[in-house]
């Protein structure tokens, strides 16, 4: 199979990763390269981990552009996707690295947004209950925010077994690459560096409606969650520690067994021995997520914490991955879980 793959936002970092992660992929050949401000650069100047792509030019993101290609990758700002993705015909397979189109509830996209609700495609999280099954034969594709992406893989094995109550408290340290390229003040060297800070407290970050609607949909029931981000001075990964009180009866036991359930087919999904606890760096550039969970039996809670690479599984990596199965392809195609260390 050759799969024609343009991609939009190409000098960004999550295009950039995409390109990384394609440049590898046995059945992908790089077609349209698009950008925005930086349309009409060689991609060498933008991207210069790229080597073999150097010599691209980007060309302005257009759907004339984008047109004749396979799969089209969308990695633009939150709210660009829905008109280039409109204009796209329904035979191309279109995957949206952006936020327009995962979540279901209009309320919410409307209040955490701050416009329009696009529609709702099948959600890039193969591994959640459900999900693998709406992206097979799809053509259309909504790749998860990278938070709910660590966050939904650290905790849904509590609700499917149904050993949670449905309120989560979540705290997730996160890289400073998934803030994207362009400038902020708040993510100046000199103000990251050496420093770990929140943002987004007190159920203002846009990530929290998309958590609240996966762990809902596997509880059965409505989960509150109260979410705290923080930016973490390294360019790549997450650390999510996620927390829910334990319905009665839970055990150490009855935990591990959810987890190890849950996980036993999943290639990406490493739940971790016992005693050893995930790390950013042992993930650092590979689609792998580490998982480990336990029970405090003294405070009632079980206690789930997940790594990821944000860029990789985080965006990317989940967009490799969820075009392969709409596709027909093996999921991992393309795809490595092995991390670069030191
Ligand atoms: N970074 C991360 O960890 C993650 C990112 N994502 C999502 O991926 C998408 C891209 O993010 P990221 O790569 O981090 O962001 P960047 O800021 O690094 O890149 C943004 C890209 O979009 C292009 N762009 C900017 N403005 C417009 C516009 N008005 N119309 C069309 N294209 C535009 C830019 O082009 P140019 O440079 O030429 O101006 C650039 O290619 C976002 O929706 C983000 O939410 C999802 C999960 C994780
Ligand atoms: C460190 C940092 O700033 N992270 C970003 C999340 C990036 C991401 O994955 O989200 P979207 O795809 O929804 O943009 C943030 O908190 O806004």
New binding site residues.
């Given amino acids: 199979m050759v799969v024609r793959a343009a991609v939009?936002?190409?000098?960004?970092?999550?295009?950039g990763e995409l390109l990384r992660l394609l440049l590898a992929h046995p059945e992908v050949e790089i077609g349209v390269l698009t950008?925005?401000?930086?349309?009409g650069q060689r991609l060498g100047t933008l991207q210069p981990h790229l080597l073999p792509l150097a010599d691209r030019v980007?060309a302005p993101?257009t759907a004339e552009a984008l047109a004749g290609h396979d799969v089209v990758f969308l990695?633009?700002?939150?709210g660009?996707s829905a008109a280039v993705a409109e204009q796209l015909g329904g035979e191309v397979l279109v995957v949206d690295?952006?936020?327009d189109f995962r979540l279901e509830d209009a309320a919410d996209w409307e209040k955490f947004y701050g416009s329009a609700h696009a529609g709702t495609w099948p959600y890039g999280l193969p591994e959640l209950p459900g999900a693998r099954a709406a992206l097979e034969g799809s053509k259309r594709i909504a790749?998860p925010?990278?938070y709910p992406t660590a966050v939904s893989l650290a905790l849904f094995p509590a609700y499917a077994g149904g050993l949670a109550e449905p309120e989560a408290v979540i705290t997730a340290a996160s890289g400073t690459?998934?803030?994207?390229?362009?400038l902020k003040p708040h993510l100046l060297g000199s103000e990251v560096m050496g420093s770990m800070s929140p943002y987004g407290v007190g159920g203002g970050h846009r990530h929290t409606p998309e958590m609240i609607q996966n762990l809902s949909a596997v509880a059965g029931e409505r989960v509150t969650v109260s979410f705290t981000p923080t930016l973490a001075p390294m360019p790549r990964g997450i650390l999510a520690t996620c927390s829910a009180r334990a319905k009665p009866g839970t055990t150490a036991d009855t935990v591990r067994a959810a987890y190890e359930k849950a996980y036993a087919d999943e290639p990406f999904v490493h739940l971790l021995p016992e005693g050893q606890w995930p790390a950013t760096a042992s993930v650092y550039g590979s689609n792998a997520v580490q998982i480990q969970v336990a029970h405090d039996g003294a405070a009632g809670r079980i206690i789930a914490i997940s790594a990821i690479d944000?860029?990789t599984k985080?965006?990317a990596g989940g967009a490799v991955q969820s075009m392969n199965i709409a596709l027909g392809l093996d999921q991992t195609t393309g795809l490595s879980t092995i991390g670069v260390a030191p």
């Fill in positions: 939009a936002g190409a000098s960004g970092y999550a295009g950008g925005h401000s930086n349309a980007l993101t990695a633009l700002p939150h660009q690295m952006g936020a790749v925010g990278c690459s998934g803030a994207g390229k362009a944000n860029l985080g965006t």
